[in-house]
């Protein structure tokens, strides 16, 4: 009976989407264009890499810190006045500005927030994981608080509830909680299942209503701590994080486990005090407490 060859590393395509390089796809057309070279050579698919090889994409290294598994998550309370983007040619501050520096590794950022919207948005360095919470198959929930301006009657409720037709097709709030306000602002929550550009807005725009303030408050299982500053960050715990990868059918993945620091005795065999060794020391302290005496 002949042994099976276990498969080392771990798949190119997995590797790379974790670190954020790209969705698995994306990396498979740049494989085929021969963009990723392993030790020099054209990678290619199906193929698996470990860290001790050295990994280009484009001609950049891919630092070994993309073959840790234990992934980051973040929270981000977006104030009004910040893009999501890495850089804006108009100079304005982006989201990425107040995150936390990492080595070898790359925040991304879960989704979007318009200029004029704050509240949560979420970042990690799993690439997966960020692909698949954004694509429209998972109908992952993001809930919004809605200051609106103006009398807002059940008719229009009711239809923005059933669905309007916007430029880009229908759209529809799949709820609408009335939070009460005074004078001629009212609060709503609203929850909807897509991440269109300024849906929310364009919604309540379709009924004739203007949005003078948009927050979003929750995003899935994830829900924007209370009394949690603007501009403020904070990191996930392993039970949030572990809920985040289930909306999604991921597991989180562990760190590997360190084995344990060899101890001094386990590196030779163990020196045994003979009988004579013992009587040997007793007689020189003997000695010497005598001579002290003297």
């Given amino acids: 009976m002949t042994e099976r060859n276990v498969p080392t590393g771990e798949k190119l395509q997995k590797v790379l989407a974790r670190a954020g390089w790209g969705s698995r796809r994306q990396i498979e057309r740049w494989i085929e264009e021969g963009r990723i070279t392993i030790d020099g050579k054209p990678a290619t698919l199906g193929a698996r890499v470990t860290p001790d090889q050295i990994l280009r994409v484009d001609g950049r290294n891919v630092p070994t810190y993309s073959f840790e598994v234990k992934p980051r998550l973040l929270i981000y309370h977006k104030p009004v006045g910040e893009v999501c983007t890495r850089s804006d040619p108009q100079g304005r501050p982006t989201v990425f500005e107040k995150l936390p520096k990492l080595r ?34 998972h109908e992952i929930e993001r809930e919004y608080a809605v200051r609106v301006l103006g009398k807002v009657s059940d008719e229009m409720l009711a239809r923005l ?39 929310v807005r364009r919604l309540w725009e379709a009924v004739g209503v203007k949005v003078s303030r948009l927050m979003r408050v929750r995003f899935g299982p994830v829900v924007l701590p209370p009394h949690f500053h603007t501009g403020r960050t904070v990191e996930m715990d392993e039970e949030a994080a572990g809920a985040l990868y289930d909306v999604v059918g991921l597991k989180l993945p562990q760190p590997a486990k360190k084995s344990a620091p060899e101890s001094r005795l386990s590196r030779g065999k163990p020196r045994h005090r003979r009988d004579s060794d013992v009587s040997r020391n007793r007689s020189d302290t003997r000695r010497r407490r005598t001579a002290r005496r003297s």
Wanted: aromatic share 8%.
């Fill in 161 to 199: 509830k059933e669905g309007v037709m916007l430029d880009d097709g229908p759209a529809r709030f799949d709820a609408i909680i009335d939070v009460g306000g005074a004078g001629a602002n009212h609060w709503y929550h609203v929850v909807l299942k897509e991440g269109r550009n300024r849906e």
């Fill in 104 to 137: 070898g590794a790359r925040w991304i950022n879960i989704g979007r927030l318009d200029y004029n919207t704050s509240g949560l948005l979420l970042f990690t360095t799993d690439g997966e994981l960020a692909n698949r919470l954004m694509h429209p198959s």
